[in-house]
């Protein structure tokens, strides 16, 4: 089994002394969620009660009831087993299929809170933008997950000495040519391989991408089976012909013309949503940047789309791995989209997992001076622009622009050459500032907030 960092986050929840409340865990299919849980439970040698909803269970009919020590009960009968609250952890999954589940979990935070409940399934963000259910605020807990980040993978494949390095990197230090090369290396494998669970474990066997791309391709026609499953009114053509176009979109602001011209935007729209409540995509939304929260100047209609997974996204561009080279393979397709995708994929990460991550970036559209900056993140209490590179150098032209109209004293860029910084005095629209410019190649995205704080003034 593969470690996984939110581990540590169910032993927070599971073992929280006072005011434990059910847990429910958000993400796409086959991100690992059930995998997680089984995990958790054996490595804490707890009895795992796992009930999957999808089957015709006799039980099912009192959940309705709302009576959390009854449906135990009746659980306990059916599976023929006694529940101790102390050593056990209750698990519904596949909650989808019978959503009357999610307000079950109230009465268990309220009258039956000694039980460890977990909830999740794999397209229950549908069920959740429903009238009928929804989340039971403040009488439960979420974790989103997501496929393995970067530092995962390396842990999953043994590079442990190259994962401790980038731990352990403090800014300033040198980074030696034999590290840099290997971390680059690294970095093309990722996005070869992405972050699926399956997908990492059959690479992590035998360091081959036959078997990988196997798996990718069984997820990609997995997601496409789904859209069956969606809603009633699901345009099954139009969204296989949006999710096939993800791959060329990526990095690009959203305009429905783009995606399909026979169909009408509104059409469209329901669609690139139901993606994104299944989670095979995620939207990047426009803020103005002008302070913080971001959201505070989020454009619903103004968004970008990264996809779920960067090794999924190359799978629908067709790349085979075993007939071209990587690095000259990488070379044919779309570097900059590329490399954008994997930096999004990784700030996923910088979120808490109980807080739906969400990403923003910045453009400004006039004729003769439009401008687009990749992200824009939070960090030291900061408004900060993220430019994405997939080589060593590129246009700074936009950066420079949002730089100048905001007033901003700090920017990042990610590269492929070497960590390094430069400090140096610039005319804005709000005056006068000491700029600082701080470039780290892709490896380092996941130390990205440590390495904001150590950075000098």
Known sequence: MLARHSITSLNHWYFKKNNRKPLLIRGARQVGKTTLIRMFAKGHDLQLIEINMEKPWKFKNLIKGLDPKKVVEAIEFELNVDINPAKSLVFFDEVQSCPEVLP????????????????????????????????????????????????????????????????????????????????????????????????????????????????????????????NKYQKKTNIPLLTSIYDAIPRMVGKKIIYSHLNQNYKSHEISLAVNQLSHARVVSKVYHTSANGLPLSGEKKENNFKIISLDCGILLSQLKLNPLDIEVSDKLHLVSQGDIAEQFIGQQLMHLSEDYSEPELYYWNREQKASSAEVDYVISSAGKVIPVEVKAGKTGSLKSLHLMIHERGLDFAVRFNSDYPSLVSEKRKTLKGDITYRFLSLPHYLVQRLHQIIQDVPL
């Open 104 to 227: 079950l979990m109230r009465y268990f935070f309220e009258e039956a809170p000694e039980y460890g409940v977990v909830v999740t399934g794999s397209l229950i963000d549908f069920i959740l933008n429903t009238p009928e259910f929804s989340v039971p605020v403040g009488r439960i807990e979420l974790l989103y997950l997501h496929p393995l980040s970067f530092e995962e993978f390396l842990l999953a494949i043994g590079e442990k000495k190259v994962l401790e390095w980038i731990k352990n990197y403090k800014f300033g230090q040198e980074v030696s040519e034999t590290i840099h090369a290997k971390c680059q290396s690294l970095i093309k494998t990722f996005l070869i391989v992405g972050g699926m669970p399956e997908a990492v474990y059959a690479y992590s066997q035998n360091r081959r991408f036959k078997e990988t791309e196997k798996i990718k391709s069984l997820i990609v026609d997995t997601f496409r089976l789904d859209f």
